[in-house]
C-alpha cells in the first residue's frame, strides 16, 4: 500500500496549506498536466498570474510543489512539478492537539466537498459534452458488512487498482484520452 510518490501528511500546517480549495486546484492541475508554469497554471484555472504564483509559494513552503528550473528555457521563465503525486492523512494522527485535529477536520471536509463539485459539475455539464462520454461515466453504491480489517483490505485493493490504471503505460494509437476523476469513499454509516 506504501508508495513512494504518495506522502502520509502528520503536519497540520502542511493540510492547512493543501487544503485551500485554489492551491487543491493548482495541485490537481498539475498531477493531470505535469510540470507548468505560472502563466499556464493561471491560464487553466482562470487566475491572475500574481495570484497563483502567490499560492504556489505557500505549496512550496510546505513541500507540496518545487521549483522545476532545468525545464526553463530562459531565467525569467519558473516552471513547477509536484514533489509527490499523491497525499494522504489520518484524522486520528491530530488527535492529541484540538487545533491540529480541527484542521484535519476541516481538511477532510473541503477534501469531500471537492469531489462532491467535480461530480456534481459533470452531471450539469450539457448533453453534447454527455454525449461524447455514452455510458462510461458511472456511480455505484454498496453496503456491504465488513469488520474494520476487511475495510483496510477492500480499501487497499481499490487503491492498488486505481494505481493501476494511473500508472500504466499509455498506448500511441492517437486515441483521445481526457482527464476522468475518479473517487471512492469506504466509510461505516446507517442506511
Known amino acids: 500500500m506504501d508508495s ?3 506522502r502520509q501528511i502528520t503536519d497540520s500546517r502542511v493540510l492547512a ?5 485554489l492551491r487543491r486546484r493548482l495541485m490537481d492541475v498539475l498531477k493531470v498536466h505535469g510540470p507548468s ?11 491572475a498570474p500574481a495570484n497563483v504564483s502567490h499560492h504556489l509559494k505557500v505549496l512550496a513552503a510546505a513541500d507540496l510543489v518545487t521549483e522545476a528550473p532545468e525545464l526553463a528555457r530562459d531565467r525569467r521563465e519558473r516552471w ?10 489520518s484524522n486520528t494522527d491530530f488527535d492529541t492537539d484540538p487545533a491540529a485535529r480541527a484542521v484535519a477536520d476541516a ?3 473541503l477534501n469531500l466537498d471537492r469531489h462532491v463539485a467535480l461530480a456534481r459539475a459533470w452531471h450539469a455539464a450539457d ?4 454525449a461524447t ?7 455505484t453504491d454498496h453496503w456491504l458488512r465488513l469488520t474494520p480489517d476487511e475495510l483496510a483490505e477492500l480499501s487497499h485493493e481499490m487503491i492498488d487498482l486505481l494505481a493501476r490504471w494511473a500508472n500504466r503505460d499509455l498506448p500511441d494509437d492517437g486515441a483521445d484520452r481526457r482527464p476522468v476523476f475518479v473517487f471512492v469513499h ?4 446507517r442506511p
Open 127 to 130: 448533453e453534447s459534452a454527455q
Open 186 to 189: 469506504g466509510v461505516p454509516a
Open 133 to 139: 462520454w455514452n455510458d462510461a461515466p458511472f456511480s
Open 17 to 21: 496549506a493543501m487544503a485551500h480549495p
Open 37 to 47: 508554469t505560472v502563466g499556464q497554471l493561471a491560464d487553466r484555472i482562470d487566475q
Open 107 to 109: 481538511a477532510t471536509s
Open 80 to 89: 513547477w512539478r509536484l514533489v509527490t503525486r499523491g497525499l494522504r492523512w
Open 4 to 6: 513512494p510518490d504518495v
